[in-house]
């Protein structure tokens, strides 16, 4: 949702149409920002408690990961995500 905010903010186009309610897209950049700071302060606070908060760096291909109940294999690793 940020990325795609951003882009309809410079004039682009995102999700295969534009934008140009700039207050509205103003409005909804704050919102998502401070939704990641709560969500990043969350993560920390787990952190510091102990719990284990799984990565990248975590897996390679071939893994397994549990996802809503059902087992999947790692096809690939990226920066963010797993496939």
Known sequence: DARRVEKWLAGQS???YRRSDTD???RRKAEIAEELAHWR???AEAE???FKVWGP???QKGDFVNCGGTWYQVQRVNKKTLT
């Open 48 to 50: 510091r408690r102990g």
């Open 24 to 26: 509205e897209l103003h």
């Open 14 to 16: 995102a999700g295969g």
């Open 57 to 59: 760096d975590d897996f």
């Open 41 to 43: 302060e969350v993560i």
